[in-house]
């Protein structure tokens, strides 16, 4: 009975991985810029592999003039348009038909003064107003960060699996900081081209951080006083993952330092939020009678999802 509990545990983790996978961050882009007789020409950029049709981008008060149908390049549908706007489009909505809950959209506005105005939408908040006062700082990429980490379910899977073999409250505090500073410096390595690594690669050597947490969890081997030797070290492989990500969704060259930085800090944030919840969950097991398989189930789920995500990233090498 017990093993057919393992099967079917196993077979449960596969079961959903392909919806898993549709749950990757990969946001649209629209990008516009200023001409000097107050048009505006610029790119819509539709990830390729969301499912149904390109949303729908309707301006307030703009004429459009033309929209080229899209062609594929890279991951994205990409279309040419130009618009009027009157004297501005500050001040006027964009909005956006047709998100759904995992393609939001990235609204950059690159005005002939220089300054550029960037915001976020998504499926519940589908109408941007550009504001009058265009504000340096890159707040979009902010919120990015929060999405990426909460839809990163391998990087979400891994700080789940870390809070299996640390031991105290001082030692989580040093492994969680640890793996913050170490993904830190090398998606800032990687973004500013130090540093580059393919991103396949990248992504095989994250799965198979995966399958070594899982059997750590698995002997139910507790570090007691350099846990964070582990999670610095697979931090620096997370953290080209993070820069994948960013390179994939484009970094705003006039401000890139502020776009890593509001990115790293959403980062965190949404690190923040899962930790608590992810300790009330173990908490909660510990206290039931899973107890004493809490650990072989939890390393059955990670290493499952890891073996899986290493083979196919290998296979699309």
Known sequence: MLNLIKVTSISLSFLFLGNLFGHEMNPAR????????????????????????????????????????????????????????GDSIKGKEISLKGLSRITDALISVTFKDGTKFEGLATVNNATIIV???????PIGYFWLGVEHLLSGIDHMLFVFGLLFIVSGAANLFKTITAFTIAHSITLGLSVLEFINMP??????????????????????????STPWLVAFGFGLLHGLGFAGALNDIGVNNDALLFSLLFFNIGIEVGQLLVLPLFGIIIWLLTRSLFNNTIHQYASYLIGGLGSFWLIERVLAL
């Open 30 to 85: 629209l990008l516009l810029e200023e001409q000097d007789d107050s048009s505006y020409k610029g790119n819509w950029m539709f990830p390729s592999n969301a499912v149904g049709l390109p949303a729908e981008i309707i301006f307030s008060d703009c004429d459009e003039e033309k929209r080229n149908l899209p062609k594929i390049e890279g991951k994205y549908l990409v279309s040419e348009l130009s618009m009027t706007c």
């Open 131 to 137: 504001p009058e006062q265009v504000s340096i700082y």
């Open 199 to 224: 991103q396949a690669s990248t992504e095989a050597f994250i799965a198979l951080t995966l399958i070594y947490l899982a059997l750590e969890v698995s002997e139910k081997h507790k570090y007691e």
